[in-house]
């Protein structure tokens, strides 16, 4: 077990108890997923990019990438019919909180730019909770292939939860991991 998922186990989920309050234990909120999904602005025209990003997810995750593919033709955006347009990983369960660990402990201080993670900068959507990230050199695992990557690619991280009802409920979620977010 991971020092993230014994905290969520005998911390996080107690304290959330507590704070919130709720009718059944079994619709606590909690973590379900964790997706990084890479895009590159160029790979509608030069499909061959998609790989620098299957590579910079399989060395962020350790895990294989899957391509994700144009479902129909549209003109205005000059794109065919199943053509790679980006890469996903989705993480569960003992690998979810090890990657939480380590963007918590790891990649987040290296951030210049994250001071505290404000509502209006995340993206929220029924439980789900996304974060874009452009400057991919706070990743230890990236910096020997920065030089490679292409200079518009991004990253986007995406955090399902079930059971959240409300912002508040989400952002309180991941303020006890120890996450920097104003509530």
Not at 126 to 135: A, H, T
Request: no cysteine.
């Amino acid at each position: 077990m991971n020092r993230l998922q014994v905290w969520n186990r005998n911390i996080v989920y107690s304290d959330l108890v507590y704070k919130l309050n709720p009718e059944n234990l079994n619709g606590m909120i909690h973590l379900d997923d964790i997706v990084l999904k890479s895009t590159i602005n160029t790979s509608v025209s030069e499909p061959k990019d998609i790989i620098f990003g299957l590579v910079a997810l399989e060395l962020l995750t350790n895990q294989k990438a899957k391509v994700s593919r144009t479902r129909k033709s549209i003109a205005a955006f000059k794109t065919r019919k199943f053509v790679p347009i980006s890469s996903k990983v989705t993480m569960r369960r003992n690998r979810l909180y090890s990657h939480l660990d380590f963007l918590i402990s790891v990649a987040f201080p290296k951030w210049t730019q994250l001071k505290e993670l404000e509502r209006r900068s995340l993206v929220n959507s029924k439980g789900s909770l996304s974060l874009g990230l452009s400057n991919l050199t706070m990743f230890p695992q990236l910096t020997k292939e920065y030089e490679q990557l292409p200079n518009d690619m991004g990253i986007t991280i995406t955090m399902n939860t079930s059971n959240a009802h409300t912002e508040p409920e989400l952002l309180l979620l991941l303020s006890e991991f120890q996450m920097p977010v104003i509530i």
